[in-house]
Nanobody, 124 residues
Framework: QVQLVESGGGLVQPGGSLRLSCEASGSTLASYNIGWFRQAPGQEREGVSWISRSGSSTRYADSVKGRFSVSRDGAKNAVYLDMSHLKPEDTAVYYC?????????????????WGQGTQVTVSS
């Protein structure tokens, strides 16, 4: 059973950048397609980005397209979400999750294992 841990969150000013990391224990992340989701207070969890096992395919929500970039490093058993030009509306808890069946969807139910999340706050 894979256990995911997100890190890299924090407080950043609008227009700033952050790199979030998703790391796994108990298994190799290379075995999984990975999705990034976020959830703001009072809001439903929404998909942000997705990356295939090989890293050759990616997907982004329209709200972050051109600002966020997802990548992976097999040697470090990690998946990254590089966020730039951050906006206050990006404030949320960010989660990574495994998409075992390569759906590439942003449907929460399509993902099996989830990390506990890392808080990103964009504020001046």
């Amino acid at each position: 059973q894979v256990q995911l841990v997100e890190s890299g969150g924090g407080l950043v000013q609008p227009g700033g950048s952050l790199r979030l990391s998703c790391e796994a224990s108990g298994s190799t992340l290379a075995s999984y397609n990975i999705g990034w989701f976020r959830q703001a207070p009072g809001q439903e969890r929404e998909g942000v980005s997705w990356i295939s096992r090989s890293g050759s395919s990616t997907r982004y929500a329209d709200s972050v397209k051109g600002r966020f970039s997802v990548s992976r490093d097999g040697a470090k058993n990690a998946v990254y979400l590089d966020m730039s030009h951050l906006k206050p509306e990006d404030t949320a808890v960010y989660y990574c999750a495994t998409d075992r069946f390569a759906t590439g969807s942003f449907t929460v139910a399509a993902y099996d294992y989830w990390g506990q999340g890392t808080q990103v706050t964009v504020s001046s």
